[in-house]
Nanobody, 128 residues
Framework: QVQLEESGGGQVQTGDSLKLTCAKSGPILSDHATGWFRQAPGKEREFVAAITWNGRLTYYGDSVKGRFTISRDDMKRMVYLQMNSLKPEDTAVYYC?????????????????????WGQGTQVTVSS
């Protein structure tokens, strides 16, 4: 059973930066692609960013392109989301997730239905 735990959320001002961490544990033999999603109150879960199992490809939602960067450290079993130039509309609970499949993933990595394992989320609040 893969377990994911997010950390690094908090309350910041417009224009500030935060770095979220997704720590992965469990009996995995090879690594997974990993995605970040967010959900604001009353809204659907939104794709933020994803990184392939080997870190060679990254994907971003239109609303965060140029401001957020996803990266991974497989030695530490961690995936990061560096968030710069934060805006009030970035306020949400942020989740990391992985598909059930390890290694190269045949899906698109953009939809929450592609993912099987989810963390509990970390709150990010950006005030103006």
């Amino acid at each position: 059973q893969v377990q994911l735990e997010e950390s690094g959320g908090g309350q910041v001002q417009t224009g500030d930066s935060l770095k979220l961490t997704c720590a992965k544990s469990g009996p995995i033999l090879s690594d997974h692609a990993t995605g970040w999603f967010r959900q604001a109150p009353g809204k659907e879960r939104e794709f933020v960013a994803a990184i392939t199992w080997n870190g060679r490809l990254t994907y971003y939602g239109d609303s965060v392109k140029g401001r957020f960067t996803i990266s991974r450290d497989d030695m530490k079993r961690m995936v990061y989301l560096q968030m710069n130039s934060l805006k009030p509309e970035d306020t949400a609970v942020y989740y990391c997730a992985t598909p059930r499949q390890t290694g190269p993933y045949s899906g698109s990595l953009l939809g929450p239905h592609e993912y099987h394992y989810w963390g509990q989320g970390t709150q990010v609040t950006v005030s103006s």
